[in-house]
């Protein structure tokens, strides 16, 4: 009977995540029944633990798994797609029930597929899309909208410079599928606004101590004739604000920072007059995950993609939003 109520209520949180977005409500804020009889087991390919919202990731799934009563198998891809790919052949040999992917980069997981679809496991995207079909080549994606995210930022944006912006973009890694959408969607909402452009795009890793390095680079070889910084993650938005500081450059006086994931931290400089803005991107998906696990264990149908609405804050939300924040 607990079994029964787990998968009944693991239904209707997916069906609350899948339907229409409110911005106001944290996606992680539902609750499961515990304990759970399902004694499932589930391989985790986490992407590497080097940037923090990588490792609360993989925390909010640890918690979740242990709530639920589920065993987690976590191995570290370490950068490498390569060591992320042996990685789930591993899990696979293992004899798990359920494979959660956090792809390093979009395209190269043919192999992943076949070997997963083979072994009759149901693999689970998170947080990246990949070049597959979601609900043929895996069960389901779980993340945010990256073109929304970027639209966000833009649209924010242009309203805070008035139309009128030349943009330093710092990108995440290469081949990554949230760094392509991130771009294309900022890039084509400036574009529809005579005066926004981007000046120089490089790319800095998602790591703060890459963004301030870049950051760096950029005074000394291009100067300071740009007034906006627009970073697809917190991390490095932070490092250029370093480097900005530096060069004697006030952040949100003479160069607009804006970033997307959500931080804590990024909260704590938005509030500080720091960081202009920051879009959400949470990294708290654990209760979407095992709700598609829960209904897909049920024989229910699930859903090809399962997107997490996205909140953006600025000075005038950051600190009544600070608590929920990673």
């Not at 069906?15 to 977005?21: I, L």
């Not at 160069?255 to 202009?276: R, T």
Request: glycine letters at 6%.
């Amino acid at each position: 009977m607990k079994r029964l109520l787990l998968l009944l209520t693991a239904i209707f949180i997916l069906a609350s995540c899948t339907g229409k977005d409110n911005s106001d409500k944290n996606p992680a804020e539902d609750k499961y029944p515990t304990p759970t009889e399902q004694n499932l087991v589930v391989g985790f390919s986490q992407m590497n633990h080097i940037n923090p919202w990588r490792v609360a990731e993989t925390n909010d799934l640890k918690r979740k798994a242990e709530e639920l009563g589920i065993e987690l198998i976590i191995l570290d891809g370490e950068s490498s797609q390569e060591k992320q790919i042996e990685d789930i052949i591993e899990l696979v040999a293992l004899g798990v029930e359920y494979i959660i992917l956090a792809p390093l980069v979009f395209e190269g997981w043919d192999e992943v597929f076949s070997t997963c679809r083979d072994a009759g496991i149901p693999l689970i995207m998170l947080d990246r899309e990949v070049d597959g079909i979601p609900g043929v080549d895996f069960l389901t994606f779980v993340g945010g909208d990256f073109v929304k995210e970027a639209i966000s930022a833009a649209e924010w944006l242009i309203e805070k410079t008035v139309s009128s912006a030349k943009i330093i973009e710092l990108r995440g890694r290469e081949r990554a599928s949230c760094v392509i959408d991130r771009e294309r969607g900022f890039r084509e909402t400036i574009e529809q606004t005579e005066g926004m452009k981007i000046v120089i795009s490089e790319y800095a890793d998602f790591e703060r101590i890459k963004g301030q390095r870049v950051m760096e680079e950029i005074i000394l070889s291009y100067g300071r004739d740009f007034n906006v910084v627009y970073a697809h993650n917190d991390e490095m938005a932070i490092g250029a604000i370093q480097a900005l500081k530096a060069a004697n450059i006030q952040p949100n006086v003479d160069v607009i920072v804006i970033s997307i994931d959500g931080s804590k931290d990024a909260l704590k400089s938005v509030i500080a007059g720091e960081l202009g803005a920051t879009v959400e991107c949470t990294p708290k998906l654990a209760e979407q995950v095992f709700a598609a696990i829960m209904r897909n264990e049920l024989g229910k149908s699930v859903p090809p993609k399962i997107i997490v609405p996205e909140r953006l804050f600025d000075k005038s939300n950051a600190l009544e939003h600070i608590d929920e924040a990673f």
